[in-house]
């Protein structure tokens, strides 16, 4: 059974850094792009970056370019978001999510994922 675990979110003051984890097992982690999402009270889960298989590649929203930065470590089947210089509209819960399809290109579509982990709160006071 695939599991993905968040960690790492938390109450930050603007300007602040944070840094989450994505923990996953159940799957030949290395083998499958990563995302993460986000969703705001009262909003639609929208798309953060995605790294793919190898690390390689990334591609980040508009609006967390230049601010976000994702890693992953595929011998510890774990993703990384690192986040700097957050602004009260990061305020949001995240989600990773994995790739449904094996050495698959970067998606931004939360339906190229099959397997989400159950979130984690970023706040973030201005």
């Known amino acids: 059974q695939v599991q993905l675990v968040e960690s790492g979110g938390g109450l930050v003051q603007a300007g602040g850094s944070l840094r989450l984890s994505c923990a996953a097992s159940?799957?030949?982690?290395?083998?499958?792009?990563m995302g993460w999402f986000r969703q705001a009270p009262g909003k639609e889960r929208e798309f953060v970056v995605a790294?793919?298989?190898?690390?390689?590649?990334?591609y980040y929203s508009d609006s967390v370019k230049g601010r976000f930065t994702i890693s992953r470590d595929n011998a510890k089947n774990t993703v990384y978001l690192q986040m700097n210089r957050l602004e009260p509209e990061d305020t949001a819960i995240y989600y990773c999510?994995?790739?449904?399809?094996?050495?698959?290109?970067?998606?931004?579509?939360?339906?190229?994922?099959?397997?989400w982990g159950q979130g984690t709160q970023v706040t973030v006071s201005s």
């Open positions: 999510a994995s790739h449904r399809t094996p050495w698959g290109s970067l998606g931004t579509n939360s339906r190229q994922y099959d397997y």
């Open positions: 159940g799957r030949t982690f290395s083998s499958y792009a």
């Open positions: 790294i793919t298989w190898s690390g390689g590649n990334t």
